[in-house]
């Protein structure tokens, strides 16, 4: 049974990593990308242009880096079963203000809607996974436990 986990959590993982490299050695797509969905609120845009001079970067740019790179590191991390709980958190968190901002099926007629649907319905799959990582942990059940639920 825990080859089956560790072979699961690999498989899991090759999701996160191959999507964090591919933003990542596309940034200025992924820039884009976020552009059109996501606006720097007031509040926060005078520290976001302090930043983007001091770096010689766009936000959207800077975010495109900071999800590409977390999803690479967390997706790593659960592949190697290392601090896999508190990167699963964070994929869950990610991947919940992701489907909010970029899935938004619900302003979207229903016949023309049904792939972003779809997309956010992968998207609450995939936070199970990662519930069921977080639950599981990194200790191994005993075999009586694990061979006492079929």
């Keep these: 049974m825990p080859a089956f986990v560790t072979f699961g959590r690999i498989l899991f993982a090759v999701l996160f990593i191959y999507t ?7 940034i200025q797509a992924t820039a884009d990308f976020i552009a059109t969905k996501i606006m720097v609120p007031d509040m926060i845009a005078p520290y976001a242009k302090q930043v983007e001079t001091a770096t010689a970067m766009t936000t959207p740019q800077l975010l495109a880096i900071a999800v590409g790179g977390l999803e690479v590191i967390a997706g790593l ?34 016949p023309d809607n049904a792939k972003v649907v779809i997309d956010a319905l992968k998207n609450l799959s995939i936070i199970g996974g990662l519930c069921m990582i977080i639950g599981y942990g990194r200790t191994t059940r005993p075999a009586e436990a694990a061979y006492g639920d079929v």
Aim: hydrophobic share 70%; aromatic share 20%; charged share 10%.
């Design 77 to 110: 991390m659960i592949a190697l079963n290392f601090g896999a709980r508190f990167f699963a958190m964070l994929l869950i968190i990610y991947i919940a203000v992701a489907t909010v901002l970029f899935d938004d099926f619900w302003n979207q007629a229903p």
């Design 20 to 26: 964090g490299a591919s933003k990542l050695f596309a």
